[in-house]
């Protein structure tokens, strides 16, 4: 019975010249940026960068030409995934339309949707929102209320979606909602792509414990959304959905939130090193190189069109440990005043505030453990 597979993952030619070419990018774009603005950094928001990286070709790499796409294969597009998260890029603003709504809309949306919507993404411009949470529904995302009601111009959408993470500053966002009967629960959910300056619509921001407001409450108000925006097929968005999170949950960014810490952690042991803090690094390094190939062996089944939602599952849970696991190791270790304006000191400071977070988003660490159980035909 094969259940779940990791395979050895192929350098594509031309790496080191490509991995080049982002890095004097990077070297250009980032020059001088505080090291705790590169941690966490896929949630560090920066248009400018991202129209950059849009103009290098770094976005919508894997997509057709004729979308604005480069045509690019998908260990290309993870290589410069990898550098851009190493290097602590702020790649937020288009990081969900880049992973998940465009792929979406490439697999689902209607001609009219690839080519109105793929273009902009692609240049770095137009962002996108993940709107599945609610407040009665997280884990049991089949629990969604929101819901839209078919009327002669399209259809009216209310209800809330929460925990939104760039709502605020994206022009949209793909929502999952109810078009049937509660009663129905995954058979009576559809996707819609709403324009997030429609009537009706209101962004309210959430303050994190950092005090940064990345995420939102969205409240939709008889939102009047054209049918042209529903995307897929009534009744199918709890099947788009769950293709849709084996994306959000296996790339590189699933265990590389805390990598500046590992590179400060090198860094302070060359200098004032200790065989304990050695030791932690060697294992730290270890488990880092096999996460990166259980997340490229899971890019690459996904990019062939399989399934592998048990794999992502896998890659989520460990790289997500991994990378709440550095911040704890380097406070049990090292005598670090967290009032100190050092570098370390204040990289400590926000991982150890912004970790738990990490096991949450994107599914908590018991859904993804009931996923594979579910896998193991344990469930
Ligand atoms: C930083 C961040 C950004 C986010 N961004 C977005 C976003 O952009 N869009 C979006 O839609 N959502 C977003 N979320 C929301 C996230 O997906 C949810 O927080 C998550 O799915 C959990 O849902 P919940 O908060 O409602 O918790 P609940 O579902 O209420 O869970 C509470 C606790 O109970 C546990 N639990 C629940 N059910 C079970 C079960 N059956 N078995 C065992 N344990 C269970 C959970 O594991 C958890 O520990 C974000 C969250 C965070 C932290």
Redesign the pocket.
């Known amino acids: 019975m094969k259940i779940f597979e990791f395979s050895l993952f192929e350098t594509p030619p031309g790496v080191r010249e490509l991995r080049q070419e982002v890095r004097t990018l990077l070297d250009r774009e980032l020059a001088g940026t505080d090291p705790v603005r590169r941690a966490n950094c896929w ?1 560090r928001h920066d248009a400018d960068f991202s129209r950059a990286l849009g103009q290098a070709g770094f976005i919508g790499m894997v997509w057709p030409k004729r979308f604005g796409g480069h045509d690019r294969s998908p260990a290309e597009r993870y290589i410069v995934l990898e550098e851009l998260l190493a290097a602590g890029a702020p790649v937020c603003a288009h990081w ?1 339309a880049d992973r998940q709504s465009g792929p979406l809309i490439l697999k689902y949306g209607t001609e009219q949707q690839k080519q109105r919507l793929l273009p902009g993404i692609v240049r770095g411009e137009t962002y996108f ?13 089949a629990s969604v209320r929101t819901h839209a009601r078919r009327v002669p111009e399209g259809w009216r959408i209310s209800g809330q ?7 605020h500053r994206s022009q949209f966002m793909i929502a ?1 909602v109810r078009t049937g009967s509660i009663e129905e629960r995954q058979a009576g959910l559809s996707q819609f792509i709403i324009d997030l300056s429609l009537p009706g619509l209101t962004v309210k921001p959430i303050v ?1 414990l950092t005090g940064a407001s ?2 939102n409450e969205v409240w939709f108000d008889d939102v009047l959304v054209s049918e042209e925006m529903l995307i897929g097929e009534i009744g199918q968005g709890w099947k788009q959905v769950t293709a849709e999170l084996a994306l959000e949950r296996s790339g590189p960014e699933r265990y590389l939130t805390s990598f500046s810490l590992l590179k400060a952690l090198i860094h302070h042991a060359r200098g004032a090193g200790s065989e304990a803090l050695t030791a932690v690094i060697g294992q730290a390094v270890a488990e880092l190189w096999t996460l990166r190939q259980m997340s490229m062996s899971t890019a690459a089944k996904l990019a062939q069109g399989q399934d592998p939602s048990v794999e992502a599952a896998i890659v989520k849970d460990l790289g997500t440990a991994f990378e709440q696991s550095l911040p704890v190791l380097a406070q049990d270790l090292l005598e670090v005043d967290l009032s100190d304006q050092s570098d370390l000191a204040r990289l400590l400071a926000y991982l150890l505030q ?1 970790f ?3 096991s ?8 993804l ?2 996923i594979i159980a579910r896998g193991l035909g344990l469930r």
């Open positions: 949630m969900v929102c993940i709107g599945l949470s609610e407040p009665g529904a997280g884990s049991d995302l979606k929460i925990w939104t993470t760039n709502a999952l994190d990345e995420f912004v738990p977070s990490f949450l988003r994107g599914g908590t660490r018991e859904i453990r009931g």
